[in-house]
């Protein structure tokens, strides 16, 4: 599962990855470059919990290698299209198989794992692995043979099929029945709005950066496409990192404190990339990877957890709607940047981490699934262990 993952969230790394040639080569704007962002993005997030209402209802594993081949058809197309319109339409259809991949493949994922923290680690980790992969992918294959190059990239698309159909077959019928949720606890959708609304932040800070950071640091350093590039993929790579770090944490010090600490780190840390000039940018594009991404797992869970009998419709939000959104703030941040800088573009971005660490103040820790059946069953609540499952 975390191998597919990876295959399919190339695909999201690589529309950002792609936004300088589409600059270099087609002349784009800011604003223009940041709109294939939105094309991506915009569909997906659209249609993300509709493929999580479904399955919450049915299982279809049979949706994890279509929506592979589908997210890497789009991208595949991007660079051989003849104008800007074809090249948002297939970069949208890209988005719609990555939307459909998220929701399913969580389930099948939080199945697997049977709620342990690093297993689910694990599973987000393959995902963000496959966005630190993205930007050497696409240099590779850009760099040396244009955006005329791009339908090489279908290559990952192809394995990532391949492998989701062998974990499908592999997981058997414990991920596909979509039933077992339905029995534990009671929806809690006060704390889940108030947690995507934290995600939605963490997402435009994060996508905003994905669009932007590899020409902001070559502006800032005065480096060619490879100091970009490097940048992009520290951004991404840490991130890759940082999702272990934080399951391991979360069994140690618990989920919201974790959360709610990187969400903090992320304020300083964006604060110094845009801030401090220099090849020190590099430090703080690590830092606010960190940041970013410790938290990432943890999202899903807590999410899971505060909506245990629409595990789908959760997933889909806080693996996928909440992290699509972030796109829509993206022709924004490029209109704004065309206007007056690129980083005063970028400034804003400090202070959304700040609000969602507000968002998340008062949050509880949720029960997770065994607890919710045992105290149903007739558990002393008062029983210590109880208390900190």
């Known amino acids: 599962m975390s191998l597919g993952h990876a295959c399919v969230d190339v695909y999201q790394g690589a529309v950002a990855a792609l936004v300088p040639y589409f600059v270099a080569e087609r002349a784009y704007s800011y604003a223009a470059a940041s709109g ?69 493949a969580a389930r099948v994922a939080r199945a697997v794992a049977r709620g ?21 992918l696409v240099f590779a294959v850009v760099s040396t043979g244009g955006l005329r190059a791009s339908p090489l990239l279908v290559v990952p ?9 062998a974990a499908v077959r592999s997981a058997g019928s414990g991920a596909g029945s979509a039933d077992a949720p339905a029995a534990l606890g009671e929806d809690d959708w006060g704390s889940f709005l108030r947690l995507s609304a934290a ?24 480096g060619g496409e490879g100091a970009g590039t490097a940048a992009l993929f520290v951004l991404y790579a840490g991130g890759a990192a940082g999702t272990l770090a934080g399951g391991r944490l979360a ?30 940018v590099y430090l703080f594009v690590a830092l ?9 797992s943890l999202h899903i869970t807590l999410g899971q957890d505060f909506l245990p009998r629409r595990v789908g419709t959760a997933s889909g939000v806080t693996l996928g709607l909440t992290v699509s959104v ?29 609000l969602g660490r507000l968002l998340l103040c008062g949050l509880r820790e949720p029960a997770p699934p065994g607890t919710a059946a045992t105290a149903a069953e007739g558990s002393d609540p008062r029983d210590p262990a109880a208390r900190s499952a």
């Open 288 to 296: 606010t990877s960190a940041g970013l991404y410790v938290p990432f």
């Open 251 to 280: 069994e140690r010090y618990g989920r919201m404190a974790v959360v709610r600490r990187s969400y903090a780190l992320t304020v300083l840390a964006v604060a110094g990339l845009v801030l401090v000039p220099g090849p020190p």
């Open 36 to 104: 294939v962002v939105l094309a991506a993005s915009l569909l997906s997030s659209l249609v993300q919990p509709l493929f999580g209402v479904l399955t919450d209802r049915w299982a279809m594993p049979w949706l994890l290698p279509l929506s592979a081949l589908t997210a890497g058809a789009g991208v595949a197309l991007s660079g051989v299209t003849g104008s800007y319109a074809l090249t948002l339409a297939v970069v949208a259809v890209s988005g719609v198989g990555v939307a459909a991949y998220h929701p399913e």
């Open 157 to 165: 698309a192809l394995v990532g099929a391949v492998l989701c159909a």
């Open 116 to 136: 342990r923290h690093t297993a689910m680690g694990w599973f987000s980790f393959g995902g963000n692995a496959g966005f630190a992969l993205a930007p050497l």
């Open 326 to 354: 972030g796109g829509l703030a993206a022709p924004a941040l490029g209109a704004l940047a065309d206007a007056t800088s690129l980083r005063s573009a970028l400034l804003p971005l400090v202070a959304l981490p700040a």
């Open 199 to 222: 995600v939605v932040c963490r997402s435009v800070v994060f996508v905003g950066l994905g669009t932007f950071i590899s020409l902001y640091v070559r502006e800032r350093t005065g």
